[in-house]
């Protein structure tokens, strides 16, 4: 059965009991990406939205690198790259499982842990996430001095921070499950413990709403969208970031491996835990149907690893690649263990294999990024 009701296009797919290895696989290779290669025939498709198997409209910017000494073509950008240190505030109250640390307000409602490892992995994704958008905090046309914005699910805060840096006419508010944001930060920005199913208690009126990859945290994200257009101010607008769980490649290279079975378990973990993990492909059906106007859908390719030609696509590969590794372990094992019954031994045994194709360079895969963006009528 569909856990997230009829109008969200999610089916739960078939599962084999146990991981296949990936070994002896000659990964295929291609000169340039195919705009209308069909990928993963098997998930659901929507027809009242765009679907997440049809790239014949979606161009992806990136080209396959054949060259052999992909370590030198990288140059500086690995060595580059830095830990991400920041003093946190403590941590109140928490639980531990698998060796990782999780939020106790709502227990158990966002997957992911919330200890120190999680928080540079996610100040690493909020990079990866300003590159793919050129710089930008976000798509939406957000006026020249907006006096108030919001940003749910903020994590560490970082964006938050560097939205009240670069805004300083605007008061920012960022909310999470997790208190795990820093303890000084900007005049104008400030950090609250709330969950944005629930009841919305703020008494200003907002210029903009923030999500960034929210996708499996919420059971109804129209509920969300309906809140979020009563706390905007008329003209304001609402903003949701988000990545497909679906990696594709447009040469067939993805076919057969561990990342495509991942994809498709993911997807099924979710949906056993009541959470349609392909909502981003329905927010712009459910921001219209919410009653927001200007709806504007924008779709863009994140390149897996460091597959593609070009330095900026290299790194932002590389960094893609890091973001996917840290993040890896934790996401599967609660999706794989409690919605799939997996023992995490057997959870152990399949991440062997998909930690080898994550950093395979003949598999060109990419996640889609969709992000959508509405207005609050005048």
């Known amino acids: 059965m569909d856990p997230a009701g009829s ?15 990936n070994q002896g696989q000659q990964p295929l290779t291609a000169e340039t990406l195919s705009q209308t290669q069909q990928q993963n025939e098997t998930l659901p498709r929507d027809s009242s939205t765009w679907s997440i198997s049809d790239q014949s409209h979606f161009s992806t910017g990136l080209s396959v690198d054949d060259e052999t000494d992909t370590d030198s073509a990288l140059g500086d950008v690995e060595d580059g790259q830095q830990s991400t240190q920041s003093i946190r505030s403590s941590i109140y109250e928490y639980i531990e499982e698998h060796g990782r640390t999780f939020h106790r307000y709502k227990q158990g ?3 992911l842990p919330n200890d120190t490892l999680e928080q540079e992995r996610l ?37 938050a921070i560097e939205c009240a840096m670069q805004y300083p006419s605007a008061q920012i508010i960022g909310t999470d ?18 969950d944005a199913e629930d009841e919305w208690l703020y008494s200003e009126r907002f210029d903009y709403i923030h999500l960034r990859m ?17 706390h905007l101010r008329p003209g ?11 990696l594709q490649s447009s040469d067939d290279s993805i076919r057969g491996t561990p990342l495509e079975m991942w994809s498709k378990l993911y997807i099924e973990g979710g949906a056993k835990l009541g959470r349609n993990m392909l909502a981003p492909k329905n927010y712009k059906r459910w921001m219209i149907e919410a009653g ?25 590969g590389y960094l893609q690649m890091t973001n996917f590794l840290e993040g890896l372990h934790a996401s599967t094992m609660t999706l794989f263990t409690k919605g799939l019954g997996w023992a995490p031994e057997e959870v152990e045994i399949f991440l062997v294999d998909m930690r080898k194709a994550i950093k395979d360079l003949g598999i060109h895969f990419y996640w889609t990024t969709v992000v959508v963006y509405g207005r609050r009528p005048l």
């Open 177 to 194: 499950l997790s208190p795990i944001q820093p303890e000084y930060v900007p005049p104008n920005c400030r950090f609250e413990i709330d």
């Open 292 to 316: 927001f106007e200007d709806v504007v859908e924008t779709r863009l390719a994140v390149p897996g690893n460091p597959w593609p030609k070009g330095r900026e696509n290299k790194r932002m």
């Open 109 to 111: 409602k966002y997957w």
């Open 7 to 21: 109008d969200s296009g999610l089916a739960t797919p078939s599962s084999p009991q146990r991981p296949p290895s």
């Open 123 to 159: 100040d690493l994704q909020h990079t990866v996430f300003t590159m793919r958008l050129d710089g930008k905090l976000g798509l939406a046309p957000i006026p020249e001095s907006p006096q108030s914005m919001l940003d749910l699910g903020t994590g560490t805060g970082i964006w």
């Open 214 to 230: 929210m996708f499996h945290c919420f059971k109804d994200h129209l509920k969300v969208m309906k809140s979020g257009l009563a």
């Open 236 to 246: 304001g607008y609402m903003e949701f970031q988000d990545w497909l769980p679906v």
